[in-house]
């Protein structure tokens, strides 16, 4: 009896110590599968911080081309794009850029008042253009916790 009682204790040990190991294995798995998701959704983020931004500099750059040309700014920001298929040695705009902030999708919808939106702001009478995002980045990005995650958007 004294030989099974011995054999049962070391194979509780065994089975405590797998149970540790299994323990430290899982939550080692689940600390680096949130690390990674936030890694991803952060570089996910940048992008359409990124992609936002490149666009309004586009859009900016076109306006200032087409002043350029025709001595006035355009009526509207699709003014840009039809300028610009109807004149192909024209380096602007082909067609308008989304921004990305708002929406995955992409939002590209023109407003003359910024009313937060999404898309873009364009005042005819000065050129002016800006995202048409007027509350934090976080509020529209609520999980990027990047350097511009309190700056407004419109702002830029």
């Not at 110590?17 to 430290?24: E, H, P």
């Amino acid at each position: 009896m004294g030989e099974n009682s011995g054999k049962d204790s070391l194979r509780r040990q065994k089975t405590r110590w797998l149970i540790k190991r299994f323990s430290v294995v899982l939550v080692s798995a689940i600390v680096l599968f949130i690390v990674g998701s936030l890694f991803v959704q952060d570089l996910f983020h940048n992008t359409r911080l990124d992609t936002t931004k490149m666009r309004l500099k586009t859009i900016r750059m076109g306006i200032e081309e087409f002043k350029k040309e025709t001595l006035r700014f355009p009526t509207s920001l699709s003014e840009i794009e039809e300028y610009g298929k109807k004149n192909p040695e024209a380096t602007f705009l082909h067609s308008l850029g989304k921004e990305f902030l708002s929406d995955q999708e992409g939002n590209s919808q023109e407003y003359t008042e910024l009313n937060g939106k999404g898309g873009w702001y364009y005042n005819k009478d000065t050129g002016e253009v800006r995202i048409n995002l007027n509350k934090p980045l976080k509020n529209y990005l609520n999980t990027y916790f990047g350097q511009e995650r309190n700056e407004v958007p419109s702002d830029w």
